[in-house]
């Protein structure tokens, strides 16, 4: 059969037989019953019959099944059996919205996620494979060892996949997983992932303060086994209370401010603006740094929202079960469920409350029902004992909320703020109760009850808004646009550009296919790199963007092909030189690329290893100088040579050598960080906002920039590049933006700001750089527009983050002024940058005496970092500044500051 045809006979023969059903009537008879219970109980599970071996025989099991189901049917039930049919009838329509999607992607657009434009690819699509699985009941912990049977094979092998073909679907494989010893299983783990690519095994250990050790010959961290009572307690303080309860508590309580949160009490935490409740659990508010407490996102609700919900939900529950059922069920299954099935690892790339808005949907349900509670309160004065079932359970679950939202804290720090929250709750219900009563009449007056109830609850919305607006207003940000074309300009003609994440990706799609900016251009992310069909799509021309060669063909790469790849040492026989330097395109295509059978399917499945580490890439000269790659100035090298740093690349990381050796410096390769995983680093040089490969050994900074020597001097690492200042200038002057920071009253939340940040550090680097190499007028223009283009009230110039990143800019961006020779402008800046680092000095200081509980969590980290860019700016003032003392001489750090700058680093790293 053609395409699609068995899938759309499969549909048809499905809601045929619903149709069969529904004109049942109570006197059908019981031989039609059994036919149609056969017939629909066999085609509903008929792909499970598909999915291994035996396909007849399961068939028949299913006939046999579905008539024994039919026979025990009575005509009684059929009014069950008719509600769930329909049930699964408009589950089976929502599901048909995915016709659009597969409609769409037979069209081949430009960004065709996922390439659903058949049927197989569908399932993977809504499985959700690219992104892997986590254990929910059963499955490894995260020091698991993998078992390597006895044969050596760690992989347990699954259904197999397919692709479309031609003109049948093909089979490329089975699916695998890797199987690990049966004494590493736990029962619901909850600890499971070994990854530390983003820290998550690390996060887990110091959450928890599981057993760690590392390894003395190869450096590596190896983590101890956890408990099942380590399992339930990452269940109730990570997942449920901070990833989730927090969440809650932002949208019902109130909200500290908008810095991601990993456990300590500065970011993110939620507030309720009552002083007693909220410095029991986080320490005094009024201590916090002024970057902190001026937050827009800094919002005091006061619990009311949440007083009223819980008014609503007890008052529901027991006046009427049912519906509460409902409620209560779209609750949990969009709230707690969702908690249990993502099984959240540590360390998030961001703050994930978006999961969870279902829920927050629903509990505005009972808000709503807070105001029929009071109504019915006021009118009806003989119900004493549902006013005190309100009362009692009310308070009861609001010291419950309170309590499981703060489960990650002392003792006190969980008890206090829930008995103040049952109290706030009990005054709140009763003052809202009587004065509804008083003003209506003492209940005689059911209109002015209805009135009266309406408006005082109305006043907690109007309060939300009040706080909320602020930071929840996005009318004048154009940031994410903006800087897409700001990445977009930073190319040359006919560019290829790889990028590393949603942020830096979907903004340049945008940028391209809607506001047709830069359409020349060629945009690859890494992340999707590793994909088949995505690979794919890379072979066909995209707007004015030309394909691009990736070496193997679509049958190398499909499925697990390639996938991953371990680079080992030469090994006797070989005939490898370790220290030999071997031409990337012909390693890539002969020896990678080299046919090795799949012993089941006959596909090429490629090597699973190889023994070179060293690669040449040779450079044509004259063509580099004419394609713009190099300038007239610089020293091109022969030949390009690096070294893969890793010990097994994906296949990401193989796509994107591919892509360099086939390119041949044809066309220009940018990246919009400066990617160094795979041993070119070294050969990136900004033009801008993003980093293009070239031909020469690039600039190091650190003779030149004060902050550059200073981060060495503490071996942390630095942003600061080699930057092509031929055409650096050009670009950002002409044809920078700023994303709206220059309107007054702008928000940008931390998200935005980082990026907002990433534009004035590379004004301020920029504009150094320039200033150094003679060319100070540039220089000038230069910072002039950063500081029209980002309102400091928008954007300050020195403030609170993670990691010291917004300070970290901050100080690039002074010292750049005072190299431009501004030194009014640097004061000011330095000035504003100093305040809040004194602030913080503060505020670390009254936890470490009066808090030391809370300053442990941020002490090894955020505490060090703050004093490195105190010195740090000290030593800037003091090099540039004619009021300073020896104004030439760079302060040499002290040695306590170095040791506190290695522990912050190792801190910093193992949380990215």
């Not at 994930?352 to 004065?381: H, N, Q």
């Not at 995505?534 to 707007?543: D, E």
Request: glycine share 8%; with cysteine; hydrophobic share 40%.
């Amino acid at each position: 059969m053609p395409f699609f045809s068995g899938f759309a006979v499969y549909f048809i023969l499905i809601a045929a037989l619903i149709a069969w059903a529904l004109t049942f009537k109570a006197n059908v008879s019981k031989n039609k019953i059994i036919i149609w219970a056969a017939a629909f109980f066999t085609l509903a599970f008929l792909p499970f019959a598909f999915s291994a071996t035996a396909a007849v025989f399961k068939i028949i099991l299913l006939l046999v099944v579905g008539a024994i189901a039919g026979y025990f049917i009575k005509p009684a039930a059929l009014k069950v059996l008719k509600l769930t049919l329909w049930c699964f009838a408009f589950m089976m329509l929502g599901y048909f919205m995915y016709l659009t999607s597969m409609i769409r992607s037979s069209a081949n657009p430009a960004i065709d996620m996922n390439d659903v434009d058949n049927p197989i690819n569908l399932v993977y699509y809504l499985s959700r494979e690219q992104y892997g699985s986590a254990p929910l009941v059963y499955g490894p912990h995260y020091a698991a060892e993998v078992d390597f049977g006895e044969d050596g094979n760690p992989y347990a092998f699954g259904k197999m996949k397919y692709v479309q073909g031609e003109k049948k679907y093909i089979p490329i494989g089975r699916d695998r997983e890797v199987k690990y010893v049966s004494s590493d299983k736990q029962l619901f783990p909850r600890i499971w992932d070994s990854s530390n690519d983003q820290g998550h095994a690390q996060f887990y250990a110091d959450w928890l303060g599981l057993e760690q050790s590392r390894d003395p010959n190869s450096g590596q961290t190896k983590y101890g086994a956890p408990s099942y009572g380590d399992n339930l307690n990452w269940f109730l303080t990570y997942q449920t209370s901070w990833m989730y309860i927090r969440y809650f508590m932002w949208n019902f309580a109130g909200k500290q401010n908008d810095i991601q949160g990993f456990g300590n009490k500065r970011d993110g935490n939620w507030i309720s603006g009552i002083s007693v409740l909220d410095n029991a659990r986080l320490g005094d508010q009024s201590k916090m740094p002024d970057s902190i407490k001026d937050n827009k996102a800094n919002n005091k609700l006061y619990l009311l929202p949440l007083i009223l919900g819980i008014i609503g939900f007890v008052y529901q529950y027991v006046r009427n079960r049912k519906d509460f059922i409902v409620t209560g069920l779209l609750f949990f299954f969009t709230g707690m469920a969702v908690v249990m099935y993502l099984n959240q690892p540590g360390n998030q790339p961001r703050e994930r409350d978006y999961a969870y808005v279902g829920s927050f949907y629903a509990f505005a349900i009972w808000i709503g029902l807070a105001v029929v509670a009071f109504v019915k309160f006021a009118i009806e004065k003989a119900d004493k004992e549902t006013f005190q079932k309100v009362l009692i359970y009310g308070a009861s679950a609001t010291f419950l909320v309170t309590a499981l939202s703060t489960l990650n804290n002392s003792f006190g720090g969980i008890i206090i703020p829930g008995i103040v929250a049952a109290i706030i709750f009990m005054v709140v219900f009763l003052a809202v109760t009587y004065l509804t009563k008083a003003l209506a009449g003492k209940g005689n007056n059911v209109l002015m009850a209805n009135v009266s109830a309406g408006v005082l609850c109305l006043l907690v919305p109007v309060m939300m808004a009040q706080q909320e607006w602020d930071d929840h207003d996005r009318s004048q940000k154009t940031l994410a646009p903006d800087l897409a074309k700001d990445y977009l300009e930073s190319c040359a003609p006919n560019a290829i550009i790889f990028t590393f994440g949603d942020n830096d990706t979907y903004p340049l799609w945008y940028a391209q296919e809607v506001e047709g900016v830069r359409p020349d251009i060629r945009v690859i992310n890494q992340s999707l790199l590793g994909i088949d069909w995505y690979i794919n799509q890379l072979r066909y021309k995209v707007n004015n963007a030309d394909s691009v060669d990736v070496i193997w063909s679509p049958e190398q790469i499909e499925g697990h092909n390639r996938e991953y790849i371990r680079v080992t040492e030469p090994q006797p026989g070989q005939n490898i030189d370790p220290n030999a330097f071997y031409p990337l395109y012909d390693v890539m295509k002969d020896v990678l690329g080299r046919p090795v059978p799949d012993p089941e399917t006959g596909r090429d499945s490629g090597p699973l290893s190889f023994p070179i580490r060293r690669f040449t890439i040779p450079v044509d000269k004259s063509l580099v100088h004419s394609k713009g790659t190099v300038n007239d100035d610089d020293v091109v090298l022969d030949q390009l040579n690096f070294e893969i740093p890793k010990g097994g690349l994906q296949r990401n990381d193989l796509m994107i050598l591919n892509i360099i050796a086939t390119n041949k410096w044809k066309r220009p390769i940018y990246f919009t960080a400066p990617y160094g995983e795979l041993g070119f680093g070294h050969f990136l040089r900004k033009d801008g906002l993003a980093y293009r490969l070239v031909p020469i050994e690039t600039k190091p900074l650190e003779d030149n920039w004060v902050y550059e020597q200073a981060l060495k001097e503490v071996r942390y690492g630095t942003g600061l590049g080699d930057n092509n200042l031929k055409v650096i200038f050009d670009n950002l002057f002409k044809k920078y933006e700023f994303g709206g920071a220059n309107k007054k009253g702008s928000y940008f939340d931390e998200e935005n700001r980082r990026h907002l940040l990433n534009i004035r550090g590379i004004f301020g680097e920029a504009a150094g750089n320039l200033a150094d190499a003679g060319k100070k007028d540039e220089a000038n223009k230069l910072i002039e527009k950063a500081e029209k283009g980002i309102d400091p009230a928008n954007l300050p110039y020195g403030m609170v983050s993670r990691r010291s990143s917004h300070n970290q800019t901050g100080l690039i961006y002074t010292e750049a002024i005072y190299k431009t020779g501004n030194l009014e402008l640097a004061r000011k800046v330095a000035e504003a940058v100093r305040k809040d680092i004194e602030q913080q000095k503060k505020y670390y200081s009254y936890l470490q005496i009066e808090k030391p509980q809370y300053y442990a969590g941020l002490a090894d980290g955020e505490v060090q970092l703050n004093e490195v860019m105190g010195h740090i700016l000290d030593s800037i003032a003091e090099h540039y500044d004619p009021l300073k003392k020896d104004e030439n001489k760079v302060q040499e750090l002290q040695p306590e500051v170095n040791k506190a700058a290695d522990s912050a680093k190792y801190k910093s790293d193992s949380a990215k």
